[in-house]
């Protein structure tokens, strides 16, 4: 969203750079309509239909997916603009209507002849449509009679606002109703704008469930129903009406007892905008980008109310919040109505706009339409392709990505054992030589996350696999302790940190349906990883060395970047807009606490992984080479379960997967207590590294199922690992810390750590969805 002028205000429009976008998809459909009508243009009021279309239409088989043929495209196109003209902007207060807006008022009907396939190829198209829509669009049933206001309906209004102007919380009695829908658009026979054959192009394009009583002639709206009033002042009615201002729907806030369920109340929260002035009628030109954006700059620099509104009395600015108690069936009838489009899947904040009376608030209506079908951002885009050649190629090049970074990260066991033997240093501080590696790793994904967002994917690679690789090679020409800090730990780190986030999120990118399968495949590189570089260490260190063993694994990943910097492409347009933080992440609890499960369990995990090899060899008295194998046991029996367990995370959800697979880390985790000998070690390697491999795969895709907004992915996803990293920082040094004290204390204190992420990620199940036991999440 565009930056404003008042810091935390989210405007009702979207910003500059989203208005490329949806631009962008109308050229796609214009493109594809020109095939056979070279003369076609988009119009402002077609490209407000991309706004208020549900996203399902864009996707695959949809009426608005460029795979439709020219002629149905055009159709449906075409045979929107009545619906925009009139839902949107029917001006029945409009006495003198200067030229430009003529087209777009009723039309008395007169007689005209059937219209043949010739008008279809050669008649303009602005005459067929009044052929087709306006002669029959304002007939009127001759049993229908006009529904007379309800007074209980305006006291049960004025009661639920507790008779207080719920924009300025004012009590007076010359507090007026202002009504959404406005009473005299469609309250009776002679005034029944909204019904006719608009219903059919209306219900099918918007899915609002209001639409279809707005439209009934039957019910005539129900204007003057207790939802669709608010109490106002008599300042900011008179705004209202004027178009002065105007209210976007925020949020709905089930209310404490009642568990959510229908019938029970809920809190509508609304928002208050000042809108500018002088905004100029659109209708029927074709779109002009130049134009949009200042209109754009225009609605997101009004925070405060014009010269004219009066001085006296409370000032309502723009972010004000709007509360409103109501039933649950009332709240969806309004959210309909303030709100422009309603639907599930990942998107922009909703731009809502207000039905009003009067010249001037028509024409900002029809702004608002016009100008936020650049709001369409996420849903001018394909939806994800789900498989084919491209998106799984992406998969592959994400799993290189993966087994360079994370495989590598997770083999510093090994290096652990032979550090200990070949350094003076403990093996408390050795280790935090892996801890800084995985700080940096997971830390840098705050950056890189919004970098990928910002179309910045190729120059994060190339800037990143060139400081992993660097590192690899400066480590091994190090003679010291510090050498090994600085080049295995610090700079391979912040070149991993700075690849690996992105190249998950853009995986993310390509599927929905089978989103845990990619990202389960793609995070098997780290276990393959974490079981080939130790087999490589372990084989190559007798044989030729640190130094040359070292540059044989910078080599392996230098053949593997290669191939991703060719092959690997982000899906999405640039979102250029938006900060590094997402800080209102921090006020989503559900994510709180998910991100805060995975921190336990890393601070866990990785004292296991980085210590289990030193453990064999010092407590067990096992030799290097035999407890190397561990490392490459932990990972490699990881292996099955990132395959398979992604499948089931798409069946039934991957919170309700992820919590169980933390219960079986947990539960493992307590056996390390027993084990003693050389056989208890390797069975509790196989089965901890079954339990982590589950859990760690389905890490990312948890990440991306409590996010709403795809083009945030990247953001969200990096914030999360960045937060663990802190987790992968303290983990292996204080366990060591705790075990030169107490063996059993370190171990007690992985288990319970294991176990505290299990909690806190069965909180995160039923902030979701509840207590319900069989709802996929």
Not at 81 to 95: A, D, G
Not at 142 to 171: G, I, N
Not at 594 to 618: D, I, K, M, P
Request: with cysteine.
């Amino acid at each position: 969203m565009a930056s404003s002028s008042q810091p935390g205000i989210p405007h009702p429009l979207p910003g500059l750079n989203d208005l490329g976008p949806c631009i962008s998809y109308g050229e796609r459909l214009k493109g594809q309509i020109q095939f056979l009508w070279p003369n076609f243009t988009m119009r402002m009021e077609q490209h407000a239909l991309l706004m208020i279309a549900d996203r399902k239409y864009f996707g695959k088989d949809g009426a608005l997916s460029t795979s439709n043929t020219p002629s149905s495209l055009k159709r449906l196109l075409e045979g929107a603009s009545p619906l925009c003209k009139h839902y949107w902007m029917h001006q029945p207060l409009l006495h003198q209507p200067d030229d430009v807006w003529k087209h777009a008022l009723h039309q008395p009907p007169v007689y005209r002849p059937d219209l043949t396939l010739k008008d279809y190829q050669e008649g303009d198209w602005e005459t067929i449509s009044q052929k087709i829509y306006y002669d029959q669009q304002f007939n009127t049933d001759a049993k229908l009679e006009t529904v007379s206001l309800d007074q209980d309906e305006v006291r049960k209004c004025m009661e639920r606002d507790q008779f207080s102007c719920v924009v300025t919380h004012t009590k007076s009695k010359s507090n007026k109703l202002f009504p959404f829908i406005p009473l005299t658009w469609n309250n009776s026979v002679g005034n029944n704008n909204a019904t006719g054959n608009l219903e059919e192009v209306s219900l099918a394009m918007t899915d609002v469930n209001l639409i279809k009583h707005i439209l009934s002639a039957w019910e005539l709206g129900r204007s003057h129903k207790a939802w669709n009033l608010i109490c106002v002042d008599p300042n900011v009615y008179t705004g209202l009406i004027s178009g002065f201002c105007g209210f976007k729907y925020h949020e709905t806030i089930p209310i404490e007892g009642e568990g959510g369920q229908s019938g029970g109340n809920v809190q509508v929260v609304l928002m208050f905008y000042w809108m500018p002035q002088g905004i100029k009628a659109r209708f029927n030109q074709e779109t002009d980008i130049a134009d949009l954006e200042d209109v754009v700059r225009a609605f997101n620099s009004v925070t405060h109310p014009p010269p004219s509104y009066p001085k006296q009395g409370p000032v309502p600015r723009s972010g004000d919040k709007v509360h409103l108690l109501m039933t649950r069936e009332d709240a969806e009838k309004l959210k309909s109505t303030v709100k422009s489009e309603d639907h599930d899947g990942p998107t922009l904040e909703p731009i809502a706009t207000l039905r009003r009376q009067g010249t001037r608030s028509e024409m900002q209506d029809l702004e608002i339409i016009a100008s936020a079908g650049a709001s369409f951002l996420p849903n001018s885009i394909p939806p994800p392709p789900d498989g084919g050649l491209h998106a799984w190629t992406q998969v592959a090049m994400g799993w290189i990505v993966i087994f360079a970074t994370w495989g590598y990260v997770n083999s510093f066991g090994s290096f652990q054992a032979h550090y200990t033997s070949i350094l003076p240093q403990t093996p408390f501080q050795i280790s935090w030589i892996g801890s800084i590696q995985v700080w940096f790793t997971f830390f840098g994904s705050a950056f890189s996350g919004r970098l990928l967002d910002a179309g910045f994917w190729i120059p994060t690679f190339l800037v990143g696999s060139t400081l992993q690789l660097l590192g690899i090679f400066m480590m091994s020409l190090s003679t010291s302790y510090w050498h090994l800090m600085i080049t295995q730990g610090v700079v391979t780190g912040i070149g991993g940190g700075i690849i690996f986030a992105p190249s998950l999120a853009l995986v993310a990118t390509y599927f929905e349906k089978r989103r845990g399968i990619a990202i389960g495949l793609v995070t098997t590189g780290n276990s393959l990883g974490g079981t080939v570089y130790p087999l490589v260490v372990r084989t190559l260190l007798p044989e030729i060395g640190f130094s040359w063993t070292s540059r044989v694994l910078g080599f392996i990943n230098l053949a593997g970047f290669a191939l991703v910097a060719v092959f690997m492409r982000p899906r999405l347009p640039p979102r250029q807009t938006g900060p590094i933080i997402d800080w209102s992440a921090f006020k989503d609890v559900l994510y709180v606490s998910y991100v805060s499960g995975l921190f336990f369990f890393v601070w866990s995990v990785y004292y296991t992984f980085y210590y289990l090899a030193s453990f064999g060899q010092e407590e067990v008295g096992m030799s290097f080479a035999d407890s190397s194998i561990l490392t490459t046991i932990i990972n490699a029996v990881g292996l099955p379960t990132r395959v398979l367990i992604p499948f089931v995370a798409d069946r039934i959800g991957p919170l309700n997967t992820i919590a169980p697979a933390g219960l079986c880390v947990a539960i493992v985790a307590y056996t390390w207590l027993a084990v003693h000998n050389e056989t208890g070690v390797y069975i509790f390697s196989i089965f901890y590294g079954i339990a982590s491999g589950a859990f760690q795969s389905l890490m990312p895709t948890g990440v991306a199922s409590i996010t709403k907004r795809l083009d945030t992915i990247g953001t969200r996803m990096g914030m999360c690992f960045s937060l663990i990293s802190f987790a992968g920082l303290s983990g292996p040094p204080i366990g060591g810390l705790l075990q030169s004290k107490s063996l059993a204390g370190a171990h007690v204190w992985a288990a319970l750590s294991s176990t505290l992420a299990a909690v806190l990620l069965v909180m995160a199940r039923v902030l979701k969805v509840g207590w319900k036991v069989k709802t996929r999440c």
